[in-house]
């Protein structure tokens, strides 16, 4: 079966995009090679040693002891300040629990749910998922797969069958049974469940079901520049700034929908200059694509730098303007506050409601009366989209966007317009010249007649004249042509 990219972290709504559901490697065990693991073990061991002096120390026969000693009372002294207080095992599991992404536990208990839900209307003695054995999990999760459906009643998508498999195995995982991944091919006790599992997924598409999926759509340069025009975006006004602020981090930095907003801060922004002018620097924290533990040794959060030159809608300007009216502290979205008479951008302590911050991609759509399907995702989509249209190269992209692989990159980037139109007449048949074509508004265009410009009609060869009789008469028509004729020797 297929590997699939893309799952976990999704809005549970009717309306979610299937772009924003994590990886299927986010949930399972990161397996890391045990030289490589002990190469930075000791690296980070001698920068330790170095930073603390260790490896200036010197046990000469003359001071040894002494400086042993020294040495020792130094360490009694400092450790109570140097280390925390002795941690518990509930301090460790929440810990754990506080890493795990918000979207990633609903997708798990939404699946157990669905499953105990299943599980109770068939009335028998089903046991409990975390206490089958793999016979049972394998007959029991194929009958739960065919028989699972919607509170409507319809059937589940294919994504969404692979979803509630997901949820599931993280729920035994989270339960510490790790000896029944299901959907490991290298598994062979569940081969059979498998091969079901595929069987449906390839039924339900010759059903329609999943063929449509729906995903949100990126703000092209025309749709920017309305929303320019219409004074969406723009510095009047505390809300207007940071509608167009939020707008520009999504598409400058590749901001993810919500949950990168949702914890931005102030000093993830700076403002600075070098040889090629004013610039916003972004410094990311952890994302969906960058979680920062063992898994992740090799991969870096974004460090990116955004130069924008001098003008009217200058992004350096607004995002300057908008850090100091907060402080250039703390949280980046927080409460507009109306104008006073000495200040006309504010805003409070108390931050964007969750539901509000989410809505702002379609609350600016709607005021600049766009057509289509805008979320919050539009903005990264936006970014992905308006570089590919340039022509910029995938690894630049994936910079911006911060995905790792160019097959997650390549789900992002949308068509124009434009691209659609062009590629349409390459693909169109050949149009039979000898027909008049209308134009869109099916009115044939003005025929133009051929006349002869030298000075006397006697002037013109033969040749010319059968063209001229030719062009002015209703049997051939020419549109959008050139002729040049040489006249005479």
Known sequence: MEH???????????????????????????????????QVCETIEFENAAY?????????????NSSMMEIESKDIASSESRFAQPVSDDDIKNLIKDQENVNT??????????????????????????HMTSEQMSFWLGRFVM????????????????????????????????????????????????????ARMKSLIDKGLGCDVKQADPILPQDEETLWLKSVFGRETAEQLQHTVFFYACKLFGLRGYDEHHSLQCEQFKIGEDSAGRYIQFTGRATKTYKGGLGHLNVQSKNLKHHSPPGDRCMVDYFELYLESLGNTGAFYRRPLPPTDEVLIRFGQQL??????????KTIAEKGELKGNFSNHSG???????????????????????????KS???????????DVAVSKILDPPQNKSVCVKSENGVEPPRKKVKCESASEENCSSE??????????????????SFNFRIGN
């Open 52 to 64: 603390e002096g260790l490896l200036d120390f010197s046990l000469s026969p003359g001071n040894g």
């Open 105 to 130: 536990k609903n997708n798990t208990k939404w699946a157990m749910n669905l499953f105990e839900k299943w599980r109770a209307s068939r009335g028998g003695d089903i046991p409990e998922l975390n």
């Open 380 to 406: 990264k989509r936006t970014c992905a989209t308006q570089l590919y249209i340039s022509g910029v190269s995938e690894q630049e992209i994936m910079r911006r966007t911060g995905h790792r692989s160019e």
């Open 147 to 198: 028989e699972a459906r919607k509170k409507d009643g319809t059937e589940y998508p294919p994504r969404s069958i692979y979803l509630i498999l997901c949820g599931l195995l993280r729920f035994l995982k989270d339960n510490g049974v790790y000896d029944k991944n299901f959907l490991d091919e290298s598994n062979g006790e569940f081969a059979e469940f498998r091969k079901l599992v595929d």
């Open 464 to 481: 010319f004249r059968v063209l001229q009789d030719l062009t002015n008469s209703n049997k051939a028509v020419f549109a959008n042509c």
């Open 4 to 38: 699939v990219d893309g799952f976990g972290e999704f809005d549970l709504g009717n309306n979610f995009d299937l772009l924003d559901l994590p990886s299927f490697d986010e949930f399972l065990i990161n397996e890391i090679d045990d030289i490589t693991l002990s």
């Open 352 to 361: 964007v409601g969750v539901n509000k911050l989410k809505s702002f991609m």
């Open 409 to 419: 990159v390549r789900k992002y980037k949308r068509s124009s317009e434009q691209i």
